[in-house]
C-alpha cells in the first residue's frame, strides 16, 4: 500500500467515526439521558398496606413455624396414605386372580387440552389404566410412524381398555385418515 493509500483509509476511519459520533450525542441525547436519574417514590410498607395487599389478592399469611408445621403434617399424611395404598394393593393383589384382570373392561373420559403431547396423552392413559405400561411406547410410535401427531385433536374422548392402539388413535385424532 502507498503513503497516499494509507492516508486515505485513515481519513476514512476518522469521518466514519466523526458520523458515528455525531448521530451518538447529538442526535440520540445518550450523554444528557445518563446524568437524569428517575425517581420512583415508594410508600412505606406497613401492617395496614400488607393486609389490604393480602386482602385484595385473596391470600393469608402464616408465620415460618406453622408453615413447617403445615408441611410436616402434609408429608406425614401423604407417607401413611401410601403405606395404607401399598398395603391395600398388596392384598387386593392376593385376593384377585390374573384371569379376573384381563376380563375386566376399564372406561375412561380422556380430556386432552392444548399444548398436550402425544406422551402426556399416552402417560395419562397408562395411569387410568386404558394402556398397559409397556404399550405406551408403542402407541407414541404408531402416532408418530403414521404421522397423526399433529392431527390428535383437543377435547374429551370415552375410551376403553379393550381398544386397540389404532382404534385409540383414531378415536382421539377424529376419525383422520392419512
Not at 7 to 16: E, Q, T
Not at 154 to 163: E, I, K, P, R, T
Request: aromatic share 8%; net charge positive; glycine share 4%.
Amino acid at each position: 500500500m502507498t503513503n497516499n493509500g494509507i492516508r486515505g483509509f485513515a481519513a476514512g476511519i476518522l469521518l466514519s467515526c466523526a458520523v458515528f459520533a455525531f448521530f451518538y450525542y447529538l442526535i440520540f441525547n445518550h450523554g444528557e439521558q445518563a446524568a437524569t436519574k428517575q425517581v420512583v417514590k415508594q410508600t412505606p410498607l406497613t401492617e395496614a398496606t400488607v393486609n389490604q395487599y393480602l386482602a385484595s389478592n385473596h391470600r393469608k399469611a402464616i408465620d415460618l413455624d406453622a408453615y413447617n408445621q403445615w408441611q410436616n403434617d402434609t408429608q406425614k399424611a401423604t407417607e401413611k396414605a401410601g403405606s395404607e395404598q401399598k398395603s391395600d394393593s398388596d392384598n387386593s393383589k392376593k385376593e384377585s386372580s390374573s384371569d379376573s384382570d384381563k376380563n375386566k373392561k376399564t372406561t375412561y373420559k380422556l380430556h386432552i387440552k392444548s399444548g398436550m403431547t402425544p406422551g402426556d396423552i399416552s402417560q395419562e392413559l397408562v395411569a387410568a389404566k386404558i394402556l398397559k405400561a409397556d404399550k405406551r411406547s408403542d402407541f407414541d410410535a404408531y402416532l408418530k410412524k403414521n404421522k397423526l401427531e399433529k392431527y390428535v385433536q383437543l377435547g374429551s374422548f370415552n375410551v376403553s381398555s379393550d381398544m386397540s392402539i389404532a382404534k385409540l388413535a383414531q378415536v382421539i385424532t377424529k376419525n383422520h385418515t392419512n
